[in-house]
Structures are given as structure tokens and as C-alpha cells.
């Protein structure tokens, strides 16, 4: 066992760190004034249909509606999460639902940016074991679970199961055709099932009570779903303590810490109900020092925020986020090895696999993602650092496709893309830059000024003229440029005065006509 887990609760928010022999791999942050809204089922209304991009808006009572694409509709011919059928046909999405009309959705993806949520009619609803997925009679099992024995016997304990619930239907439903002579006994709308990975080498009964339990959860969001008018939510999923027991509790972690008495306590009615073999494992952390200082975590996180990612070696990764997709340039820096550039190339791809695959959890990065490897020209080095990145990212609880190295030496990846990226989180968009990661230089501020000054003037009379810019600005204005001040006064026949703003930024200033 190596993983262990902190968890830091305030008010405000909730952290959860996930360490590998002491290093961090995942921070999630949930914040109270902005939960997530994953694996939440709403009731809606259809607002648009869009033919043309085969989508519609859902008004599910959020700010921004949500987007339903044709492919997210269940029909008859649709499979499993997860399992793709290439000759499948989407039908067109407005012969599938009508505007007016109220349809149950789930959030699949967050609203990102400008976006609103990504929603799906397939509804799905987790347990520690099962995903229960409604109205849809199919049985699937983790692909984690390789072992063809533990995968047979799980099999048979949903097929034993499923038969003891069709029995006792059907004879509650012979009972009932006694006194109602169209009752068909015989038919049984039966649901789909998904074993998940901590299921493997569980007990039978277990797994069985996990299966009643999403039944009952079920017959509440209809319940509710009948009795509520749309929009409004049906089903809300786990806050991110009881998401981070269900799903990320697995037999390597060691221990869990948590800061909060109250949250320690709700995590052990928990486990004694769900995972009781776990609940020794589970400690409340009253240490002097906060949490997430353990293993220097907090200024982990901090670092994670930065462009430039250093590596052991000497060299370094840059990894740049945008709407559209992610880059990562790796690059050798200082290193330059101890035999030849082909191995201290190699050397360094190598590592930088390592890093990249622990990058991509730690910030959460999703979508397309674009690394830029230094050119390899050894095709056994290329096979190597594909290998050690595809290996590296096993453990990661995204799902990961990746491409061969190209002859540019880039390797293209999808990362499922759900939550927002720590970035996301913890950062807005900067209001000097715009977003740019660069401002104009106080010399280019100075000579808009300069031309801006011109055009006041042939548009407008005025005896003097004042200047309101930043600091950095006012300054190279009556220092560098005082001769192409002085040059400007004379050329428009006016004075110009110079005053600091400080709130200015640098690519901020007003001319002022007086």
C-alpha cells in the first residue's frame, strides 16, 4: 500500500489530495459557493433544437442552458457508456424530442469557460460497486478487471441476483393478474448494470445490497421526477468527501486523514455501512500543522499553477493551456548528459514522459492535449518513451487516447475532459493581459499616445492638453522620449502635461483636451 489521502475541509471548501509514496498525483477542490455539478439529474424543458448541429439547448434552470447532442440521446440502438458500435447511426436529433417537451438529463460535464453543462439521457447512478443505468437491460464489467475467474463469478452474482428479482416479480405480478386479467406476468422492464472495479474479490451479498440500494435511489428520482414541474433537480450526487471514498478507495491506499471531526465522523457512518474492512485505515488529523502542509502539498499546489515545470535532469516542460487544446513543450535545458545528444535526448523524453502523465492529473488538464518531444531519430528510443507515457498514465482515473510520436516528435491525446482544470479553479482570466500572457511595452503605450494626440487635436480645439497614464509610462514619457515630447509640443503648437494614475495599468492612460 503507497496511495494515502488528505483531506482538508473549511467552510469555504473542500480539498482532497491524493499521494503516491508521498507525492502529490490529484488535488480536487470542491468549494461551497460552487459545487460541481457532475452525475446531477435534472428535470428540463427543450428550449432549441438545432438540426443543423444535430443539438439542443435544455433549460434545466441553470444560468446558462445545458447542451444535449444527438449521440447522448438513449434510443433503441444505443450500448453501453464506454462501448462503441462504428456502424451505429445517430438518428436525426429532431425526430428523437420536440421543443416544449420535458426530458430527464444528467450533467456529464461541467460548464466550462462560455459553455454551458454537457448532458446526456443516459442516466447513470454510482455506487461503491455498481453503476446502475435505468431502463437499460445490459451487464457490463469493468475492463480493470482482468482476471477471467473474478470476472465470471461477478458475473454470475448479478445473473443470480437479477433472477431471484425477475421471480419474485413475476409471481408479486401473477398475484396481481388474479384480480386484473390484463396484467401480463411475463413482462419485466429489467436495468442495466455496470460492475465497477472496487468490486473485484468482494463478498457476493455486498455487491447484491449495492444493487437494492440504487433500486430504492431510483424509485425516488421518479418519484420526484412525476411530482416536480421542470427545471429542477431530481438527484443530486455525493459532495467530494463521500465522492472520494466511493470512488478513489482502492486496496492500496494506506490511510486517510482527514482535518474535520464532523467530516471524519460522516466518513466513518460511511464506511461502516459501505466499506467496513476500511475502517481502520481512516484517521482524524488533529496535528498543529494544517493538513495539507504534509508533504509539502500546499506548495505543491502553488507550483502546479506555473507554465514552466522543471525536471530532475536539468531540463524543463512548458505547458500552455488554451480554449482549444493543451501544448506541452519539452525542452533538455542545463542537461546535457554524459555520452552523446541522441542519449541525453532520449534521457530527457523519458523523464518528461514521467512528469506529463503526472501533470495531466495533478492539473486535471482534459480535451486535446499536444506534446512536443524533442526529435528522437532512434525508432527503439521512440517506442520506449510512448511506452513509459502510456504506462504512466495507467493509474490515471481519466480516460486517455493516445497517438504514435509523429515525425515532428508530437504526440497527440484526448483526456476526457469533465471538471474544470485546477487552473480553471483557482484562476481568472488576467485584466491587464486579457488573457494574452503579455502586455504591450511602455514604449509602444508611448507612441499611441503620440499618434492618439494628433488626432484629438485635428478634431478638436484646445489650449493644452494633459496625459493620465500608469507610473512606467509618465516616466519614459519625461525621460527616453522628453526630445519626441518636446518635438510633438512644437509640431501642434500646445502644451502636454503628464499625470500618474496609479490604478492604471500599463496599457491603460486618457488624453485629456483642457
Same mark, same amino acid.
Given at each position: 500500500?503507497?496511495?494515502?489521502?488528505?483531506?482538508?475541509?473549511?467552510?469555504?471548501?473542500?480539498?482532497?489530495?491524493?499521494?503516491?509514496?508521498?507525492?502529490?498525483?490529484?488535488?480536487?477542490? +470542491?468549494?461551497?459557493?460552487?459545487?460541481?455539478?457532475?452525475?446531477?439529474?435534472?428535470?428540463?424543458?427543450?428550449?432549441?433544437?438545432?438540426?443543423?448541429?444535430?443539438?439542443?439547448?435544455?433549460?434545466?434552470?441553470?444560468?446558462?442552458?445545458?447542451?444535449?447532442? /444527438?449521440?447522448?440521446?438513449?434510443?433503441?440502438?444505443?450500448?453501453?457508456?464506454?462501448?462503441?458500435?462504428?456502424?451505429?447511426?445517430?438518428?436525426?436529433?429532431?425526430?428523437?424530442?420536440? +421543443?416544449?417537451?420535458?426530458?430527464?438529463?444528467?450533467?456529464?460535464?461541467?460548464?466550462?469557460?462560455?459553455?454551458?453543462? #454537457?448532458?446526456?439521457? =443516459?442516466?447513470?447512478?454510482?455506487?461503491?460497486?455498481?453503476?446502475?443505468?435505468?431502463?437499460?437491460?445490459?451487464?457490463?464489467?469493468?475492463?480493470? $478487471?482482468?482476471?477471467? /475467474?473474478?470476472?465470471?463469478?461477478?458475473?454470475?452474482?448479478?445473473?443470480?441476483?437479477?433472477?431471484?428479482?425477475?421471480?419474485?416479480?413475476?409471481?408479486?405480478?401473477?398475484?396481481?393478474? *388474479?384480480?386484473?386479467?390484463?396484467?401480463?406476468?411475463?413482462?419485466?422492464?429489467?436495468?442495466?448494470?455496470?460492475?465497477?472495479?472496487?468490486?473485484?474479490?468482494?463478498?457476493?451479498?455486498?455487491?447484491?445490497?449495492?444493487?437494492?440500494?440504487?433500486?430504492?435511489?431510483?424509485?425516488?428520482?421518479?418519484?420526484?421526477?412525476?411530482?416536480?414541474?421542470?427545471?429542477?433537480?431530481?438527484?443530486?450526487?455525493?459532495?467530494?468527501?463521500?465522492?472520494?471514498? #466511493?470512488?478513489?478507495?482502492?486496496?492500496?491506499?494506506?490511510?486517510?486523514?482527514?482535518?474535520?471531526?464532523?467530516?471524519?465522523?460522516?466518513?466513518? +457512518?460511511?464506511?461502516?455501512?459501505?466499506?467496513?474492512?476500511?475502517?481502520?485505515?481512516?484517521?482524524?488529523?488533529?496535528?498543529?500543522?494544517?493538513?495539507?502542509?504534509?508533504?509539502?502539498?500546499?506548495?505543491?499546489?502553488?507550483?502546479?499553477?506555473?507554465?514552466?515545470?522543471?525536471?530532475?535532469?536539468?531540463?524543463?516542460?512548458?505547458?500552455?493551456?488554451?480554449? /482549444?487544446?493543451?501544448?506541452?513543450?519539452?525542452?533538455?535545458?542545463?542537461?546535457?548528459?554524459?555520452?552523446?545528444?541522441?542519449?541525453?535526448?532520449?534521457?530527457?523524453?523519458?523523464? /518528461?514522459?514521467?512528469?506529463?502523465?503526472?501533470?495531466?492529473?495533478? #492539473?486535471?488538464?482534459?480535451?486535446? $492535449?499536444? $506534446?512536443?518531444?524533442?526529435?528522437?531519430?532512434?525508432?527503439?528510443?521512440?517506442?520506449?518513451?510512448? #511506452?513509459?507515457?502510456?504506462?504512466?498514465?495507467?493509474?490515471?482515473?481519466?480516460?486517455?487516447?493516445?497517438?504514435?510520436?509523429?515525425? *515532428?516528435?508530437?504526440?497527440?491525446?484526448?483526456?476526457? =475532459?469533465?471538471?474544470?482544470?485546477?487552473?480553471?479553479?483557482?484562476?481568472?482570466?488576467?485584466?491587464?493581459?486579457?488573457? @494574452?500572457?503579455?502586455?504591450?511595452?511602455?514604449?509602444?503605450?508611448?507612441?499611441?499616445?503620440?499618434?492618439?494626440? *494628433?488626432?484629438?487635436?485635428?478634431?478638436?480645439?484646445?489650449?493644452?492638453?494633459?496625459?493620465?497614464?500608469?507610473?512606467?509610462?509618465?516616466?519614459?514619457?519625461?525621460?527616453?522620449?522628453?526630445?519626441?515630447?518636446?518635438?510633438?509640443?512644437?509640431?501642434?503648437? @500646445?502644451?502636454?502635461?503628464?499625470?500618474? +494614475?496609479?490604478?492604471?495599468?500599463?496599457?491603460?492612460?486618457?488624453?485629456?483636451?483642457?
Amino acid at each position: 500500500m503507497s496511495e494515502e489521502i488528505l483531506i482538508n475541509v473549511t467552510p469555504q471548501e473542500t480539498r482532497v489530495a491524493v499521494l503516491d509514496n508521498g507525492i502529490l498525483q490529484e488535488i480536487h477542490i +470542491e468549494r461551497t459557493q460552487k459545487s460541481g455539478l457532475i452525475g446531477n439529474i435534472f428535470k428540463g424543458q427543450v428550449s432549441r433544437v438545432l438540426p443543423g448541429m444535430q443539438a439542443a439547448f435544455i433549460n434545466i434552470g441553470l444560468e446558462r442552458t445545458g447542451f444535449l447532442h /444527438a449521440s447522448d440521446i438513449v434510443t433503441n440502438n444505443s450500448k453501453l457508456p464506454g462501448i462503441k458500435n462504428e456502424n451505429e447511426q445517430v438518428q436525426p436529433i429532431e425526430t428523437l424530442i420536440r +421543443e416544449g417537451e420535458e426530458i430527464l438529463v444528467q450533467v456529464i460535464k461541467d460548464p466550462i469557460g462560455s459553455k454551458g453543462a #454537457r448532458l446526456t439521457t =443516459r442516466l447513470s447512478i454510482p455506487s461503491r460497486y455498481i453503476v446502475f443505468i435505468p431502463d437499460f437491460p445490459s451487464i457490463g464489467i469493468s475492463q480493470r $478487471i482482468d482476471n477471467e /475467474a473474478e470476472r465470471e463469478r461477478l458475473r454470475d452474482v448479478i445473473l443470480d441476483y437479477l433472477s431471484k428479482i425477475e421471480k419474485q416479480a413475476v409471481d408479486n405480478a401473477n398475484n396481481i393478474a *388474479l384480480h386484473d386479467a390484463s396484467h401480463d406476468p411475463h413482462i419485466l422492464q429489467k436495468d442495466g448494470l455496470i460492475i465497477r472495479t472496487a468490486a473485484a474479490h468482494v463478498l457476493d451479498d455486498n455487491i447484491c445490497k449495492d444493487i437494492a440500494f440504487l433500486r430504492k435511489v431510483w424509485e425516488s428520482i421518479t418519484l420526484r421526477a412525476k411530482k416536480s414541474s421542470s427545471p429542477c433537480i431530481v438527484y443530486e450526487d455525493l459532495p467530494l468527501v463521500m465522492r472520494t471514498m #466511493r470512488d478513489l478507495i482502492h486496496s492500496e491506499v494506506a490511510t486517510v486523514r482527514i482535518d474535520s471531526k464532523a467530516t471524519y465522523q460522516r466518513v466513518m +457512518e460511511f464506511c461502516k455501512r459501505f466499506i467496513p474492512e476500511f475502517i481502520a485505515r481512516i484517521e482524524h488529523y488533529t496535528g498543529n500543522r494544517p493538513i495539507l502542509d504534509l508533504y509539502a502539498v500546499e506548495n505543491e499546489i502553488q507550483r502546479s499553477l506555473n507554465r514552466r515545470v522543471p525536471l530532475k535532469s536539468g531540463g524543463y516542460l512548458i505547458i500552455d493551456q488554451t480554449e /482549444a487544446m493543451t501544448t506541452i513543450d519539452v525542452n533538455t535545458g542545463t542537461f546535457v548528459g554524459h555520452r552523446n545528444q541522441a542519449e541525453t535526448i532520449f534521457k530527457t523524453n523519458l523523464e /518528461a514522459a514521467h512528469t506529463i502523465a503526472r501533470q495531466l492529473r495533478l #492539473r486535471n488538464l482534459g480535451g486535446i $492535449i499536444i $506534446i512536443d518531444f524533442i526529435d528522437m531519430q532512434d525508432s527503439e528510443h521512440k517506442r520506449q518513451v510512448l #511506452r513509459t507515457l502510456e504506462k504512466n498514465t495507467e493509474k490515471d482515473h481519466g480516460k486517455i487516447t493516445l497517438s504514435e510520436i509523429t515525425s *515532428l516528435g508530437l504526440v497527440q491525446l484526448t483526456r476526457k =475532459r469533465t471538471r474544470e482544470s485546477l487552473e480553471q479553479i483557482l484562476c481568472e482570466t488576467c485584466p491587464t493581459c486579457d488573457g @494574452r500572457a503579455s502586455i504591450k511595452t511602455a514604449d509602444t503605450i508611448c507612441y499611441e499616445i503620440f499618434r492618439e494626440i *494628433l488626432r484629438e487635436v485635428k478634431q478638436f480645439d484646445a489650449n493644452k492638453l494633459l496625459v493620465v497614464a500608469s507610473q512606467r509610462v509618465v516616466d519614459m514619457l519625461l525621460d527616453d522620449e522628453s526630445t519626441s515630447v518636446a518635438e510633438l509640443e512644437t509640431f501642434i503648437g @500646445r502644451p502636454i502635461n503628464f499625470q500618474v +494614475e496609479a490604478l492604471y495599468t500599463q496599457e491603460q492612460y486618457d488624453i485629456v483636451l483642457l
